[in-house]
């Protein structure tokens, strides 16, 4: 049984705020990752991070930053938020087995509205 | 780049099989995987294929031709609880990362 969790599931805020997206597992897992899904839409990876102090960029280009202190801990930032940031945001966890075959275990998500 | 193809709707009705096909480019590829996502929910792994041929999980069986860069996912005895999107995702050499198909939507129907 995977056990990711994302707080908060939903939020709603204005413009311009700064926001912090948590995500934490208590799989151990090395690998960790931040996808951006729109309603109907495919998952699109933004960020992801191989271990603790390391963080790079997806994929789809993102206005958001990561930091990985903690091996059970990956936020995502957001500065200023804007109404073209809307989406559910999805984060996941791989245990990372030294080949290409790591399952990817996903938190419930948080679904951010901007006004 | 690094890109899947699927359909993007499929209706079935209950108690029926439907198979839902993946392609993808062959540059790097390493394996496929499909994942089910109900609506408002997160993604669920349901199967990996790294080898040509036939993977089965009960009602679920996935399917690999490297050789036809083509892979699909079979399911049996449709239940109406079935009715989610159901995305294919390659790893390629190297690199942990999936990239996702478009998903594809299955409504079953009674």
């Known amino acids: 049984e995977a056990d990711i969790y994302q707080t908060p599931r939903y939020l709603v805020i204005g413009t311009g705020k700064k926001i912090t997206l948590e995500c934490s597992q208590t799989?151990?897992?090395?690998?960790m990752y931040w996808y951006q899904q729109d309603p109907g839409m495919e998952l699109h990876l933004i960020h992801y991070?191989?271990?603790?102090?390391?963080?790079e960029k997806g994929d789809l280009s993102s206005e958001s930053t990561v930091s990985r202190i903690r091996t059970e801990h990956f936020p995502l930032t957001l500065e200023s938020a804007r109404p073209s940031h809307t989406s559910q945001y999805l984060c996941?966890?791989?245990?990372?087995?030294?080949?290409?075959?790591?399952?990817?275990?996903f938190g419930p998500g948080t679904r951010l509205t901007v006004l | 780049g690094q890109s899947l193809e699927q359909p993007s709707e499929v209706t079935a009705v209950e108690g029926a099989i439907v198979q839902i096909n993946c392609t993808y480019q062959?540059?790097?590829?390493?394996?496929l995987s499909w994942y089910q996502q109900h609506d408002g929910g997160a993604p669920t792994f349901l199967s990996y294929?790294?080898?040509?041929g036939l993977e089965e999980t009960g009602r679920f069986s996935s399917f690999l031709s490297r050789s036809d860069s083509y892979g699909y996912l079979l399911l049996q005895e449709l239940q109406m609880k079935d009715s989610a999107s159901y995305f294919c995702?390659?790893?390629?050499?190297?690199?942990?990362?999936?990239?996702f198909g478009k998903g594809t939507k299955l409504s079953v129907i009674p």
């Open positions: 996941a966890s791989s245990e990372g087995t030294g080949t290409s075959t790591d399952t990817q275990y």
């Open positions: 799989m151990g897992h090395d690998k």
């Open positions: 991070s191989y271990g603790v102090n390391s963080t």
């Open positions: 062959t540059s790097g590829f390493y394996g």
């Open positions: 294929n790294g080898l040509d």
């Open positions: 995702a390659a790893t390629w050499a190297g690199s942990y990362q999936l990239t």
